[in-house]
């Protein structure tokens, strides 16, 4: 092989490897965190229930749903409901445990990590 094939090989794997590297290189950004919050609204009967996210409300799981869907893959969303419970929460109410798993498979659909913190 002449010294200028040798030259360009190594200008090829020089630059393959920058490249490679550059793909393979972490962003500088983390993932943007959101603590979840369920808020029970006494006034009124039925008991009505709000999720809160930051300073935005939600007055149902699919309106819920319909938000973190907007956010970009990578966020966090952290939720520790307590272990006070009246019975008829959504997400968390005993006997309807195939909502939160949906709720948590939807998550992952979407790559939102999803940390729901246990109470006790």
């Given at each position: 092989m002449k010294a200028s094939q040798r030259g360009i090989c190594l200008v090829i794997l020089v630059l393959a490897g920058?490249?490679?590297?550059?793909?393979?290189?972490?962003?500088?950004?983390?993932?943007?965190?959101?603590?979840?919050?369920?808020?029970?609204?006494?006034?009124?009967?039925?008991?009505?229930?709000v999720f809160v996210l930051g300073r935005v409300g939600f007055k149902s799981v699919d309106s819920l749903k319909k938000f973190l869907g907007t956010l970009p893959a990578g966020s966090i969303v952290e939720w520790a409901p307590g272990c006070m419970r009246s019975g008829d929460?959504?997400?968390?109410s005993v006997g309807q445990e195939w909502e939160l798993?949906?709720?948590?498979?939807?998550?992952?659909?979407?790559?939102i990590d999803f940390i729901l913190v246990p109470s006790g």
């Open positions: 920058a490249s490679a590297a550059a793909q393979e290189a972490p962003s500088d950004a983390s993932p943007e965190k959101y603590r979840l919050e369920l808020v029970r609204i006494v006034e009124g009967h039925p008991t009505e229930y929460e959504p997400l968390i798993a949906e709720f948590k498979a939807f998550c992952e659909t979407k790559k």
